[in-house]
């Protein structure tokens, strides 16, 4: 299931979080695809798994990561 920014749910596709890549990516007839861009996905879950994208700075930059959401609410914990 994945939960786009604009409220858009997809919920009947076959997922996988790619770590080496940092990106998720769905399977449609054989061929992978990127779920793209990570800005636009609120909440990805795979399996147990809840994944949200988040701004932070790597290597002076500020970029777009996706991290496993551990608890979530008033004070969340996040995973990378």
């Given at each position: 299931?994945?939960?786009?920014?604009?409220?858009?749910?997809?919920?009947?596709?076959?997922?996988?979080?790619?770590?080496?890549?940092?990106?998720v990516?769905?399977k449609?007839?054989?061929?992978?695809?990127?779920?793209?861009?990570?800005?636009?996905v609120?909440?990805?879950?795979i399996?147990?798994?809840?994944?949200?994208?988040?701004k932070?700075?790597?290597?002076?930059?500020?970029?777009?990561?996706?991290f496993?959401?551990?608890?979530?609410?008033?004070?969340?914990?996040?995973?990378?």
């Amino acid at each position: 299931m994945v939960l786009i920014t604009d409220g858009t749910l997809v919920d009947s596709c076959l997922l996988r979080y790619n770590i080496y890549a940092d990106q998720v990516e769905n399977k449609d007839n054989g061929t992978v695809y990127e779920i793209a861009p990570k800005s636009k996905v609120k909440r990805a879950e795979i399996g147990s798994t809840i994944l949200t994208c988040l701004k932070c700075e790597e290597n002076g930059k500020i970029t777009d990561l996706y991290f496993e959401v551990l608890t979530f609410g008033r004070i969340s914990l996040y995973k990378r």
